[in-house]
């Protein structure tokens, strides 16, 4: 009741009161001044005497057309006066009061009532959306991926408030609980494309068995334990993606100098790709033309990160120590590479600031790779067996400094709070100028701050998240780069094969690159073949390209997915 009392003291409602008031005012003074004339004509038309309170009762009883008739007039200026009297009364108390009264509060009132209701089903012939279960920074990049597409989406929340206030964002919203069978089938759960499980670990689990038991719509589920992932799988998940042990590890291969074969991001089978910085390579202020990468090692650069920008190189690109190259290669090549590195890098030791999730995450991907780390945290870990951290407060230059900021390689800056972690990269930075500082975004709106702050690669958890969780969706086994460039794999277009690739004029017609060349043979894959290689039947694509050159690839060469 209280809510609904406030909601009169709010707004337009508010200003509605004031109005109210003045009308009130009118109506008053009216009163006072029929019932002044009623004294002044009684006396002067009748010579009959009557008090102000006899006056004020005469002309409510007029004006409301009560009319007792104890008091009436006699002669025809008073019957004349009475007249007026009652009709203005009909007018203004009887018909503009209580239309203002309706129009002014009750019918805007009934409105919002009805439009703050939020939707507890959708119509029943709704099918084809994507359902998404938790709604934070991760699945609001996914809805603005979604909204791109055109892909129909919904989200089920099981706060009113939340689910209120996103209907008014303009998104469509079912309230209701998410591991209740009578909101998912509110939610056409049977007909949805594609469930997003974004809750709590349990929450996904009991979801996932809900659902599954429902209807056989694949289901996509965030796991936040990596050991839990089995469990969904058994509770009908048919993809789990432990999303804080990838941001972790994409977090450490960053920030680390030490061999090639640390910075492998991802494959398509025996191809590799790695992201390595220039740094820990002899070719660091050279051109890539003289830096001869490819004839030394085999490797490829497919990409070059600077300060969050992605560039594909040229020729004459100047490699700056300040950027990551992407590499793309077999394992083999990347040792090749680690073979001309040598070990002059090896002094790697890196500070990792927040021990939450994702810094134990990439705290086991250092050591995995034996590359020394020391994990700053204000409280210990209790579900973390493995590392011990020093406890304080990463932002007390103490802390940092005893920790050994100033002789460190790398940093990882991984706190769950954005400001904190804006303040650490600063004051890193300035206590440091070297060091490679890799920062975690907590919200995307975050990541220019932190590269002005001073890092050397963002990480931002909701684009990465909601790129994975894209690709799933439509279906791709696709490597994410940045925002705009993935690499994909195609099987070879039947109508490409025998083809050179200059022939096949895969880039001029569709702006793609090819990557790398599968064979079916089990051989290694070729790494950026030459453009007289010949394709060959059962040959796979890997291919480099933005959404946009990928569609019209798959329209120009109309291949299938395999
Ligand atoms: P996630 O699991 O996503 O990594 P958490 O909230 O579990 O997120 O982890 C963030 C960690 O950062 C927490 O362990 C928290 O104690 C730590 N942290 C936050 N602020 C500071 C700080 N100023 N100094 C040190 N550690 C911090
Ligand atoms: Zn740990």
């Not at 910075?263 to 220039?278: C, N, W, Y």
């Not at 394709?535 to 569609?551: A, S, T, V």
Request: charged share 20%; with cysteine.
């Amino acid at each position: 009741i209280a809510a609904e009392l406030a909601y009169f003291f709010r707004g337009q409602a508010r200003k509605n009161i004031k109005l109210l008031t003045l009308y009130c005012s009118f109506l008053a003074g009216l009163v006072i001044m029929y019932a002044w004339l009623f004294r002044v004509l009684m006396w002067e038309l009748e010579g009959r005497e009557y008090s102000f309170i006899t006056g004020i009762y005469w002309t409510i009883t007029a004006m409301s057309t009560l009319g007792y008739g104890d008091i009436t007039f006699s002669s025809d200026p008073g019957f004349l006066f009475s007249a007026i009297v009652t009709l203005s009364g009909v007018v203004f108390m009887l018909i503009l009061l209580p239309f203002g009264m309706i129009s002014l509060f009750l019918a805007p009132w009934i409105e919002q009532r009805l439009r703050y209701r939020a939707t507890l089903e959708l119509p029943e012939d709704t099918a084809g959306h994507v359902l998404i279960f938790g709604f934070d920074s991760v699945t609001r990049a996914l809805s603005r991926n979604l909204q791109n597409r055109h892909i129909p989406f919904v989200i089920v929340s099981p706060s009113h408030d939340q689910a209120v206030r996103l209907e008014e964002e303009g998104f469509r919203v079912v309230f209701g609980t998410p591991t209740d069978a009578k909101s998912l089938r509110g939610a056409r759960v049977e007909n949805a494309r594609h469930i997003i499980a974004n809750l709590s670990d349990p929450e996904n689990t009991n979801l996932c068995l809900t659902a599954h038991a429902m209807c056989t719509t694949p289901i996509a589920t965030l796991v936040s334990e990596p050991d839990n992932r089995d469990l969904l799988r058994l509770a009908g998940a048919d993809q789990a993606i432990p999303l804080k042990r990838i941001l972790g590890h994409y977090l450490a291969s960053r920030a680390t100098t030490r061999g090639a074969q640390a910075h492998i991001i991802d494959s398509f089978g025996a191809l590799q790709i790695a992201e390595i910085p220039v740094q820990a390579t002899p070719f660091s202020g050279q051109s890539l033309s003289d830096a001869k990468i490819r004839q030394s090692t085999g490797l490829a650069v497919i990409g070059l990160w600077e300060r969050g920008h992605f560039t594909t190189p040229h020729a004459d690109t100047h490699l700056s120590p300040k950027a990551l190259m992407v590499l793309a290669g077999t394992r083999e090549q990347l040792q090749a590479l680690e073979q001309i590195t040598g070990e002059e890098e090896a002094e790697d030791r890196i500070l990792i600031l927040g021990h939450g999730r994702i810094g134990c995450a990439a705290a086991g991907f250092l050591e995995q790779r034996a590359v020394p780390f020391i994990l700053i945290d204000r409280e210990a870990n209790v579900d973390c067996l493995d590392h011990v951290a020093v406890i304080g407060d990463a932002t007390s230059s103490k802390v940092l400094n005893d920790s050994g900021i100033e002789s460190a390689k790398g940093l990882i800056v991984t706190t769950n709070d954005d400001s904190t972690n804006i303040f650490l990269t600063l004051a890193s930075r300035h206590i440091n100028p070297d060091i490679r500082i890799v920062a975690r975004a907590n919200q995307e709106e975050n990541v220019d701050q932190l590269y002005a702050a001073g890092a050397d690669f963002v990480v931002s958890n909701a684009s990465v998240g909601a790129n994975i969780l894209s690709n799933i969706l439509e279906g791709k086994e696709s490597i994410f780069l940045t925002e705009g460039i993935n690499v994909f794999r195609r099987s070879l277009p039947p109508t490409l094969v025998g083809k050179s690739i200059n022939d096949s004029r895969i880039r001029p017609l569709s702006g793609c690159s090819i990557v790398a060349l599968e064979r079916a043979d089990g051989q290694p894959p070729l790494v950026v073949p030459p453009p007289e290689t010949i394709l060959e039947q059962g040959m796979g694509l890997i291919l480099i390209g933005n959404p946009e050159q990928e569609k019209t690839f798959s329209r120009t060469f109309r291949d299938r997915r395999h």
